[in-house]
């Protein structure tokens, strides 16, 4: 397994354009999330899927934001009409399913990709 | 909610010399924790977790013991290498829940 990729890893684009990103999570993992990290700071919480299903999305997350996870495997994010604060990375990370053996003492760890860069011009 | 504070940086330090970056956090539950780290132009590995009071987590001599008296979490290395400059995140995950929080993150230059 390659772990998680994401494409493409750098992305300039004019202000008002549309922009997607790509995840491939490990194959095994149903459990997928984006997050945004700009410079300086730590990753925050754009929205989570468990399978195809979004289950939680952020407030951060504006109208613009949409993410899509089409038969549980890959993921997109689309952001349309960019807007100059938008530039940021955007990480996917995936984590496996939790079993039914598993107990409070079990940790929920995500593998992250590379993540992709996006600069608004 | 939940957060996670971490202390500022950047941290320079001269190789073999002790590391300590500090993380405190406020969580509603019974949280794991977690310190990750960012090498230049890479995505965020895990570098060690803790998913209960008093465990600690060791990787590549690295430490952290999960405090919950002083809800606390600091990373500490006896001896620090050039090779471990990059940023360092402390996390925190509950159980119930699918959000990870995180740190702002500290930078460490380790100078040779």
């Known amino acids: 397994d390659t772990g998680v990729s994401q494409d493409p890893r750098h992305k300039i684009t004019k202000r008002g354009q549309n922009v997607t990103f790509r995840c491939d999570p490990i194959?095994?993992?149903?459990?997928l999330y984006w997050y945004r990290q700009t410079l300086g700071q730590g990753p925050e919480f754009l929205t989570y899927?468990?399978?195809?299903?979004?289950?939680?999305k952020s407030r951060l997350l504006s109208d613009r934001f949409s993410a899509e996870r089409p038969k549980g495997s890959f993921s997109t994010l689309e952001i349309q009409r960019t807007e100059q604060g938008d530039s940021a990375m955007y990480l996917c990370?995936?984590?496996?399913?939790?079993?039914?053996?598993?107990?409070?003492?079990?940790?929920?760890?995500?593998?992250f990709g590379a993540g992709s860069r996006l600069t608004v011009l | 909610g939940d957060s996670v504070t971490q202390m500022e940086g950047p941290v320079t330090l001269s190789e073999e010399a002790f590391l300590t970056i500090n993380c405190t956090y406020t969580?509603?539950?019974?949280?794991?924790l977690f310190w990750y780290v960012q090498y230049p132009g890479e995505g965020l590995q895990l570098l060690l977790k803790?998913?209960?009071?008093?465990d600690k987590g060791s990787n590549k001599g690295f430490e952290a013991t999960y405090r919950k008296e002083t809800t606390s979490f600091h990373l500490e290395k006896g001896s620090v290498q050039v090779s471990d400059s990059a940023v360092y995140f402390c996390?925190?995950?509950?159980?119930?829940?699918?959000?990870?929080?995180f740190g702002s993150g500290t930078k460490l230059n380790v100078k040779p």
């Open positions: 990370a995936s984590s496996p399913p939790r079993d039914g053996r598993q107990t409070m003492a079990g940790a929920n760890v995500l593998t």
């Open positions: 194959s095994e993992h149903n459990r």
């Open positions: 899927f468990q399978n195809e299903a979004q289950l939680e």
């Open positions: 969580a509603t539950g019974y949280p794991s």
């Open positions: 803790a998913t209960k009071a008093d």
């Open positions: 996390a925190l995950n509950e159980w119930d829940f699918n959000k990870f929080y």
